[in-house]
């Protein structure tokens, strides 16, 4: 689903809202923080306006296709969901697909008459007196446009994945999962001890197994044990792990180059660390 929008990127609410010249708060990013900043601040009576470049919750979006969300996965049994009143509480969810949750919310921004201006890329901020002024290029216009706020919500995430510094020609390394059956029929690596990477080697081992590929999936990451996740998370990796047989993971290991081998294929290379013990 997309949202509807004025020419200009403004969110077509269900009931419009008319800003001030100077808002109370201006929210910088449309993803899962920023709007539940956005909601709080609507619940709390303040005039606020979320500034998204790529689109509403454009982070989920791209994860990978069907993926399911599960409020536990990113450390939900250890935090508690933002406290708020009955607005936030709209925000809250069982465990549910990415792409249903993205239109769940875009359709509470316009119900809740919650201000977004899409397609707008935030380029500076600068205090004048006791107000802050945030610089703004509107894509879809091809404008400038300034915000005044008295205060301003930085909530614009990691947004580009961190990028392999090592030897070689990376252009064909992933740095994010869109679908997992693009990697059946062939071994598989995944590089890192996160959420997003235990939830990408699941996510290949599951589509391997459902094409009866018998190719590995491998795991890297630089640690001695297995990462740590959330227990929902763990326990959904444990069930792939023993029940799909075809994780291999690998601790004190990283990358260190792009080779190629004698196929003339290129192949990722890997350091691994053999740690011994002396009594």
Known sequence: MTAALEADGTLILDSPVDLP???????????????AAAFRAKELGLSCLVLEFDGLLKRIR???????????????????????GDLVARLYFD?????????????????????AKIGAEFTALERE??????????????T??????????????????????????TEGVAYRL???????????????????????VIAISNAKVEAEDPCTVHWSYRGSK???VSKALADVFFSAYVGNGNIRY?????PTAVVVGPDRSEYLSLRIVRRVDVG
Not at 21 to 35: H, Q, R, S, Y
């Open 226 to 228: 297995m990462p740590r």
């Open 21 to 35: 010249d100077c808002l109370d708060l201006l929210v910088v990013g449309g993803g899962p923080a920023g709007t």
């Open 129 to 142: 007196g006791d107000v802050w002024v945030a610089g703004a290029w509107n894509h879809r216009n091809q």
């Open 144 to 169: 400038r446009e300034t915000f005044k706020a008295k205060h301003v919500a930085l909530a614009l995430g990691r947004g580009v994945p961190r990028r392999f510094d090592i030897p070689g020609n």
């Open 250 to 254: 690998h601790p004190h290991s990283e």
């Open 62 to 84: 791209d994860y990978p296709k069907d993926k399911l969300i599960l409020p536990s996965f990113g450390g939900g049994d250890k935090m508690q969901f933002p406290a708020g």
């Open 178 to 200: 869109q679908e997992a059956s693009h990697y059946v029929g062939q071994p598989a690596l995944v590089v890192g001890g996160g959420t997003s990477a235990a939830e990408a």
């Open 95 to 115: 465990p549910i697909d990415k792409d249903d949750m993205c239109e769940a919310w875009t359709r509470e921004y316009r119900a809740c008459s919650v201000p």
